[in-house]
């Protein structure tokens, strides 16, 4: 299976920015998506996951309220919502896969090529 990020862009603080995640190939239904982001010098942080239903969302604590998972599975597509965004929210945003939706980073097998969001204040 292939992840594909992509969405990120240069935007201005309170600004908002849709993140897409695409799936190809082998696509495994059943399985749950997750992103996540690293920032220059500071380790990978996970940032929200859906299960394949939807019916099981996870958000860290420094997003929530601010950004939204859903998906599409008719697409293969996760989407991540990024609202009021903040200049410390510039990073490389990646999604994975894994069997359940976890906040853990372990959880996940399959990883994307990340998109950057650069927040300008």
């Known amino acids: 299976v292939q992840l594909q990020a992509s969405g990120g862009g240069l935007v201005q603080a309170g600004d908002s920015l849709r993140l897409s995640c695409v799936a190809s190939g082998r696509t495994f239904s059943g399985r749950a998506t997750g992103w996540f982001r690293q920032a220059p010098g500071k380790e990978r942080e996970f940032l929200a996951a859906?299960?394949?239903?939807?019916?099981?969302?996870y958000y860290a604590d420094s997003v929530k309220g601010r950004f939204t998972i859903s998906r599409d599975n008719a697409k293969n597509t996760v989407y991540l919502q990024l609202n009021a965004l903040k200049p410390e929210d510039t990073a490389v945003y990646s999604c994975?896969?894994?069997?359940?939706?976890?906040?853990?980073?372990?959880?996940?097998?399959?990883w994307g090529q990340g998109t950057l969001v650069t927040v300008s204040s």
């Open positions: 994975a896969q894994s069997i359940g939706a976890s906040p853990r980073t372990t959880s996940y097998d399959y």
């Open positions: 859906i299960s394949w239903g939807g019916s099981s969302i």
